[in-house]
């Protein structure tokens, strides 16, 4: 199973917004939306990613001076992104050692998409079921 796998099944819906927008913006797209990161694109590349984690830190390091922040003084600038051939093993090491939830998938043509473990999850769970009904079959025959 791969990268490629998940994005079929999820589509390659992208929401982003930009590193100058007030972060009260980002706020209300992760509540709206009900994400846990959205992607900071510029000129469609991937500029940084901002999480939910990244606003909790926020208001605890600026206080009641938050609401005046932008949304690059909150991002990840230096961002991971794997490619549609990433296998979801390797994706899942690769958010369990850097402790993330969020991967873009980035071409040479450009942004494809983003995973979240909760799409991980999902493909795993789905996979382990599709396993067992094969089983099933099989001890049936
Ligand atoms: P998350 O677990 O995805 O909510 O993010 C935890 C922290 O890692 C936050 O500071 C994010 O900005 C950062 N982060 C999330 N995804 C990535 C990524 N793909 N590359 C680098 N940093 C990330």
């Not at 079929?8 to 939306?33: M, N, Q, R, T, Y």
């Not at 938050?66 to 690769?94: I, N, Q």
């Not at 995973?115 to 599709?130: C, F, L, N, P, Q």
């Amino acid at each position: 199973m791969y990268v490629s796998d998940i994005l079929k099944s999820k589509g390659s819906a992208i929401i982003s917004l930009g590193a100058g927008d007030p972060v009260a913006d980002a706020v209300a797209l992760l509540a709206e939306k009900r994400i846990g990161a959205v992607l900071v694109l510029d000129g469609g590349k991937v500029a940084g990613i901002l999480s939910e984690r990244d606003i909790v830190r926020g208001l605890n390091s600026f206080g009641p001076t938050f609401f005046e922040k932008r949304v690059s003084d909150l991002m990840t600038r230096d961002v991971v992104t794997c490619t549609p051939e990433t296998s979801v093993p390797e994706l899942m090491g690769m958010m369990t050692a850097r402790r993330f939830r969020h991967v873009p998938v980035v071409t040479d043509q450009g942004l494809l998409g983003i995973v979240s473990i909760g799409d991980v999850v999902k493909t795993r769970i789905e996979e382990a079921e599709a396993e067992v009904d094969a089983l099933r079959r099989y001890i049936a025959l």
